[in-house]
């Protein structure tokens, strides 16, 4: 069938809203109308040429809210009429990681840059007219209409939150507020720097004060990030990280922040640097933010390291596992304890989405989503 999408062609490049065929779903897929999509920083990734896909054209997008239009054939458990919040990490439900309920480490997640099928990489449900493959980000590629996914990618959701806000739940939220509860392992009254405030900072804010964090430090060049963060629960705010790292000094008779949390929109190996310097002896610095794909090396001594037994923790998707944590998410924000409603500043249309990366470039907004019809 026809659909529509913003797809890339090259790296530098920038999102267009073109004609799509998209192939029927096949065994284990369901093909998914879009109700909303957020845009994260990681598809601008592959636009600025900072990441690179295996595949041109590409169709970006992975933090989606839809309803199942179609269901492969022998596909268990689906209906047509579901709801859906894409997880741009797939979980097998069967690898070591899987059964160990790190479900952000399934051994899928090897192929969310190839484009094709999970199982089956030359196999791809989108086309353009000519027939030519269209890789799908992280098997997903919610920036179109409608889009055919593995069932793998797909979380039930309940019918009556709206999919408008809890797309985010498929990306900024468990990773932001999974970098600090569960990477960092924020605790009760400590003190917490997270750096670089946009749709995943945001929500490290929020998971730290959730944790029971009483000094949240947020750093963004941006005033009006820093006014959000301010608003969502960051005690204290900074434009310069150094700054902010001597606040943290001053909160805790020189030691440093507990954990630092490095959220940047394009990190570097700089900016973890100074999450290294923020945190105190035994504290927990978690890198979430990516940049260059290619980057290596981090400018920390080795010695700090070493004697102050300071601990780099990665993580991806906020060390969660999706099945399990987006509905008690949802739970969350029903409770009123997670809020998403405010972390969305502006919705674009589909052929607005080179207009929203501006905007994101620009610091007008927190997170914006594209509001399907
Ligand atoms: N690890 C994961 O699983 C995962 C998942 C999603 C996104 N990401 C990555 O996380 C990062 C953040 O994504 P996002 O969508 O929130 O991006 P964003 O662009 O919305 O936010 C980034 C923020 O960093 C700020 N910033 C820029 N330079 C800074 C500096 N020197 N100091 C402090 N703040 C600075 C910007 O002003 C902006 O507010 C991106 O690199 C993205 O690719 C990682
Ligand atoms: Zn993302
Ligand atoms: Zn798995």
Redesign the pocket.
């Known amino acids: 069938m026809k659909t529509r999408g913003a797809i890339i062609r090259k790296a530098p490049g920038t999102y267009e809203t073109v004609d799509l065929e998209l192939d029927a779903p096949r065994q284990g897929e369901i093909r998914v109308r879009m109700v909303a999509t957020g ?4 598809d ?2 592959f636009a600025t040429g900072d990441m690179v896909p295996a595949v041109y054209p590409w169709l970006g997008g992975h933090e989606g809210g839809g309803v199942v239009e179609a269901v492969g054939p022998h596909t268990p458990g689906w209906e047509v009429g579901d709801h859906i919040v894409t997880s ?2 797939p979980s097998c439900g069967q690898c070591r990681w899987c059964a160990a309920g790190m479900q ?1 480490l399934c051994d899928l997640g090897a192929t969310l840059l190839m484009g094709g099928r999970f199982d089956d990489l030359g196999s791809y449900r989108v086309h353009l007219d000519d027939g030519s493959p269209v890789g799908q980000m992280c098997g997903l590629g919610t920036f179109a209409e409608r889009t055919v996914i593995s069932t793998q990618s797909a979380v039930k959701v309940p019918k009556d939150v709206p999919l408008e806000k809890i797309c985010l739940l498929g ?2 939220v468990g ?2 507020w999974g ?1 600090s509860v569960n990477a960092g392992q924020v605790a009760a009254g400590d003190v917490v720097m997270v ?8 929500n490290a804010v929020q998971g730290a004060r959730h944790a029971g964090a009483d000094h949240v430090i947020a ?4 005033e009006f ?1 820093r006014e959000k963060a301010l608003e969502l629960g960051a005690t204290r705010a900074f434009a310069d ?1 150094d700054e902010a790292i001597e606040y943290g000094r001053s909160l805790t008779d020189g030691q440093g922040c507990d954990v630092a949390v490095v ?5 570097t190996g700089e ?1 973890i640097g ?1 999450g290294f310097a923020a945190i105190r002896k035994a504290g927990t610095l978690v ?5 260059d794909m290619t980057e290596v090396g981090i400018p920390a001594p080795i010695t700090e390291l070493v004697t102050y037994q300071k601990r780099i923790q ?5 060390s969660c596992s999706p099945m399990g944590d987006i509905p008690r998410q949802i739970q969350m924000y029903r409770d009123g304890r997670l809020k998403l409603d405010e972390l969305i500043t502006k919705e674009y249309s589909l052929d607005q989405v080179a207009s929203a990366y501006e905007d ?2 620009n ?1 007008t ?3 914006g989503v594209v509001r399907f019809d």
């Not at 750093?219 to 941006?222: I, L, M, N, R, W």
């Not at 959220?263 to 990190?267: C, Q």
């Open positions: 845009m994260c920083h990681s601008d990734h741009f990490l952000n990306c900024a990773t932001g970098s750096m670089g405030v946009g749709g995943v900072g945001i750093v963004d060049p941006v990030k990280v959220t940047v929109g394009r990190t900016h100074r890198c979430t933010g990516i940049g990665g993580t991806h998707f906020g994101m470039h610091g907004i927190i997170r």
